[in-house]
C-alpha cells in the first residue's frame, strides 16, 4: 500500500524546535518533488517549502525563511522539516504531500497527488 | 506572491445541482493550476492539475477549466460525498499560494 506518514508533531515553546519526519512506503521517494504544506486551526492551507528528487534545490515560503530547513534522506525514503525560533502563528496541522508528477507536452505541472494524514505542531508557552 | 481569490467563500446546493467554483489570479499563470478537495478532519486530495487534467481516480463530474488568471472548478451533479471544503492552488512561481477555500455544503 501506498501511503506517507509524518510523526514529530507536538507542543513546543515560543522560540523552540521540533523536526517533523515523513516516512514513506510502498513506493520510492526518490523520484519525486516533494513539499509541506500546514493548515492553522479553523483556517485555509498555505504551502510551506519543497525539496527537489536529489535534494539539490528547495525554495520555502518567507514567512519561514531562515527558520525552517526542509531536507530528505532518500536512502531512508524519508523527509523532514527542522523548525526552529518556532512562533506562535507556527501553530498548525503539517501535511507532506507527494509530487506524483504530471507533464503534459513536456511541461511538468504540480501535481500532490500522496498526502499523509498531517501532525499538529502547537506553539504556546 | 500571487494571490489566489475564490468565490463563493460558501455554497449550499442540492443533490444533482450543478456547482461552480471560480478562482482568479492576480497576474497570469497560464494553466499553471490545480484543484484540491479537502474533507473535514481529512488531508486534501488532489482532483484537477495543469487546470483541466482530471487525476486519476477522480470521479468525471469534476472537471476544471481556464488560463490565465481566470478559472473554473465544475462539480455536474453534486453527490452528498461532495460535501467538502475546496481549494485551488497554483505552480506559476514561488511562493505557491492557495484561493481562500469554498465551502460546499449539502441541502
Request: with cysteine.
Given at each position: 500500500?501506498?501511503?506517507?506518514?509524518e510523526s514529530g508533531g507536538g507542543l513546543a515553546q515560543p522560540g523552540g524546535s521540533l523536526r517533523l519526519s515523513?516516512?514513506?512506503?510502498?513506493?520510492?521517494?526518490?523520484?519525486?518533488?516533494?513539499?509541506w504544506f500546514r493548515q492553522a486551526p479553523g483556517k485555509?492551507?498555505e504551502?510551506v517549502a519543497?525539496?527537489?528528487?536529489?535534494?539539490?534545490?528547495?525554495?520555502t515560503v518567507e514567512s519561514v525563511k531562515g527558520r525552517f530547513t526542509i531536507?530528505?534522506?532518500?536512502?531512508?525514503?524519508?523527509?523532514y522539516l527542522q523548525m526552529n525560533s518556532l512562533r506562535v502563528e507556527d501553530t498548525a496541522v503539517y501535511y507532506?504531500?507527494?509530487?506524483?508528477?504530471?507533464?503534459?507536452?513536456?511541461?511538468?505541472?504540480?501535481?500532490?497527488?500522496?498526502?499523509?494524514?498531517g501532525t499538529r505542531v502547537t506553539v504556546s508557552s | 506572491?500571487?494571490?489566489?481569490?475564490?468565490?463563493?467563500?460558501?455554497?449550499?446546493?442540492?443533490?444533482?445541482?450543478?456547482?461552480?467554483?471560480?478562482?482568479?489570479?492576480?497576474?497570469?499563470?497560464?494553466?499553471?493550476?490545480?484543484?484540491?478537495?479537502?474533507?473535514?478532519?481529512?488531508?486534501?486530495?488532489?482532483?484537477?492539475?495543469?487546470?483541466?487534467?482530471?487525476?486519476?481516480?477522480?470521479?468525471?463530474?469534476?472537471?476544471?477549466?481556464?488560463?490565465?488568471?481566470?478559472?473554473?472548478?465544475?462539480?455536474?451533479?453534486?453527490?452528498?460525498?461532495?460535501?467538502?471544503?475546496?481549494?485551488?492552488?497554483?505552480?506559476?512561481?514561488?511562493?505557491?499560494?492557495?484561493?481562500?477555500?469554498?465551502?460546499?455544503?449539502?441541502?
Open positions: 500500500e501506498v501511503q506517507v506518514v515523513c516516512a514513506a512506503s510502498g513506493f520510492t521517494l526518490s523520484s519525486h518533488w516533494i513539499s485555509g492551507l504551502w519543497n525539496i527537489k528528487e536529489d535534494g539539490s534545490l528547495t525554495n531536507s530528505r534522506d532518500n536512502t531512508k525514503n524519508s523527509l507532506c504531500a507527494i509530487d506524483t508528477g504530471a507533464c503534459i507536452n513536456r511541461i511538468c505541472y504540480d501535481a500532490y497527488g500522496i498526502w499523509g494524514q | 506572491a500571487i494571490r489566489m481569490t475564490q468565490s463563493p467563500s460558501s455554497l449550499s446546493a442540492s443533490v444533482g445541482d450543478r456547482v461552480t467554483i471560480t478562482c482568479r489570479a492576480s497576474q497570469g499563470i497560464r494553466n499553471e493550476l490545480g484543484w484540491y478537495q479537502q474533507k473535514p478532519g481529512k488531508a486534501p486530495k488532489l482532483l484537477i492539475y495543469a487546470a483541466s487534467s482530471l487525476q486519476s481516480g477522480v470521479p468525471s463530474r469534476f472537471s476544471g477549466s481556464g488560463s490565465g488568471t481566470d478559472f473554473t472548478l465544475t462539480i455536474s451533479s453534486l453527490q452528498p460525498d461532495d460535501l467538502a471544503t475546496y481549494y485551488c492552488l497554483h505552480d506559476y512561481d514561488y511562493p505557491r499560494t492557495f484561493g481562500q477555500g469554498t465551502k460546499v455544503e449539502i441541502k
